[in-house]
C-alpha cells in the first residue's frame, strides 16, 4: 500500500493564546513555553463533517483519483457529531463517493490504527482504494473552565488516499491500558434500567503521566522499527509525532541525536488535533515540497488507551 495523495482542512477561527487569557487564569507565555502551541483553529460556525468533506476532496484531487474509484473510506474521530450513521457515510453524498465506510476511534493514535487496517484490507484483496480521513473537533468535550486540558486542543481534518503500491513498509503497535490517565465519558442516556448512571465528564487528563509515557514510549517504538528496518537514526529524513507538545518532540529528538530539521512540527499553528495531527502535518509537508520521492518517514502517534503506533513509508 501507499499513499497517493493528501488533503486537510482548518476551521476559519483562528483563536491565540492571548485571546484563551481573557477568561481563563493562564498566559500566553506559559502556553508557549510549556507546550510550544501560540494558536489554535476552533469550529464556529462550521461542521466537523464540512472540514472532513473539504479534506477528502481535496487529497483525492491530489491524488489524482476520483471518488468513484474508492471502494472503502476509513474515519478517524474520537466523536464525530452524529452517533450514527458513521462521517464515514455522511461525507459521501458530498465527495462524490459511494462505499462502504466506517468510524474508529483510537485516540490520538486514529491515524497510524487505521492506515494498519487499510493495509490489511488491501492485502487481503478488500479493497483496492481506501479514503482515509481523521476528523477531531476536541474543542466540543473538553471543559473550557479548564486550563490544564483546553488550552492545548485544536480542531481539524485531514486525508490520505491509498492505492496499491510499495510505499507504507511497517506499522507496529503498543498498549498499556490505562484509562485513568486520559478519559471522557459520553452522556448517561435515559434508560429507566440502568442502576445509577454516573454523570458525564469532559476529557480528563493527567498531563504530566501522559507526558512521561509519550516521551519513553515513542522513543521505544520508533528504535524499535529502526531495528526491524536496519535504519540508523539518521537515515529517517522526517520523524512526523503525533503534535502534542513541543517539548515531547524534543524529548525524544535530542535522544535520538538527529537535527532538528527532522522533527518537524506546526502545532505552534494548530494545536493537538488529536488523529489529526500527523496526516495534517503530511499534508503541508507534501505541499510545500518537503517530501519527494523516496523520502523516508517515520510516523509516531501516542495517546488515550494510552496506546502508541509506529509507522515506516517511504514517500
Ligand atoms: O494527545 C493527547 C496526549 N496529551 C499529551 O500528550 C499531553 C502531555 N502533557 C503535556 O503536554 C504537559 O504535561 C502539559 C502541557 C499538559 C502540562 O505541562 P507541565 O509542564 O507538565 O505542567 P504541570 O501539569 O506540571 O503544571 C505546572 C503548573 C501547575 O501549577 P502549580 O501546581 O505548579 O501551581 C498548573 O496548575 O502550571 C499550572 N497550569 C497552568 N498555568 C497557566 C496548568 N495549566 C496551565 C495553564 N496556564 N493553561
Excluded at 488550552?151 to 490505562?178: Q, S, T, Y
Excluded at 517504538?221 to 517539548?247: K, T, W
Excluded at 493537538?272 to 495534517?280: D, E, G, K, Y
Aim: aromatic share 6%; net charge negative.
Amino acid at each position: 500500500m501507499r499513499i497517493l495523495g493528501t488533503g486537510s482542512a482548518l476551521p476559519k477561527l483562528t483563536v491565540t493564546n492571548d485571546r484563551l487569557a481573557g477568561f481563563l487564569d493562564t498566559s500566553d507565555e506559559w502556553i508557549a513555553t510549556r507546550t510550544g502551541i501560540r494558536e489554535r483553529r476552533l469550529l464556529s460556525d462550521e461542521t466537523l463533517q464540512s472540514l472532513a468533506e473539504t479534506a477528502s476532496t481535496r487529497a483525492l484531487e491530489n491524488a489524482g483519483v476520483a471518488p468513484g474509484e474508492i471502494d472503502f473510506v476509513l474515519v478517524t474521530t474520537v466523536l464525530a457529531e452524529t452517533l450514527t450513521p458513521a462521517l464515514a457515510m455522511d461525507i459521501q453524498p458530498a465527495v462524490g463517493l459511494k462505499c462502504m465506510g466506517l468510524d474508529l476511534n483510537a485516540g490520538c493514535t486514529g491515524f497510524v490504527a487505521a492506515l494498519a487496517l487499510a493495509k490489511g484490507m488491501m492485502e487481503s484483496g478488500q479493497a483496492r482504494r481506501i479514503l482515509l480521513v481523521s476528523a477531531e473537533a476536541l474543542s466540543r468535550f473538553v471543559d473550557w473552565n479548564d486550563r490544564t486540558t483546553c488550552v492545548l486542543f485544536g480542531d481539524a481534518a485531514a486525508a490520505v488516499v491509498l492505492g496499491e503500491g510499495e510505499g507504507v513498509k511497517a506499522i507496529a503497535f503498543d498498549a498499556e491500558p490505562r484509562r485513568e490517565v486520559l478519559c471522557a465519558e459520553t452522556p448517561p442516556g435515559n434508560s429507566p434500567f440502568a442502576v445509577d448512571p454516573a454523570p458525564a465528564t469532559y476529557l480528563k487528563m493527567a498531563g504530566q503521566e501522559v507526558y512521561k509515557f509519550a516521551v519513553s514510549h515513542s522513543l521505544r517504538d520508533i528504535r524499535a522499527m529502526l531495528d526491524m528496518q536496519g535504519l540508523r537514526p539518521e537515515d529517517v529524513d522526517y520523524y512526523l509525532l503525533h503534535q502534542a507538545n513541543l517539548r515531547i518532540l524534543e524529548g525524544v529528538r535530542t535522544r535520538l541525536r538527529v537535527d532538528e530539521a527532522r522533527f518537524p512540527h506546526d502545532i505552534e499553528f494548530t494545536g493537538n488535533t488529536s488523529s489529526c495531527s500527523v496526516p495534517l502535518l503530511l499534508d503541508v509537508m507534501n505541499r510545500d515540497g518537503r517530501l519527494t520521492p523516496g523520502s523516508r518517514l517515520i510516523f509516531s502517534a501516542f495517546g488515550a488507551g494510552l496506546c502508541t503506533g509506529t509507522a515506516y513509508v517511504e514517500w
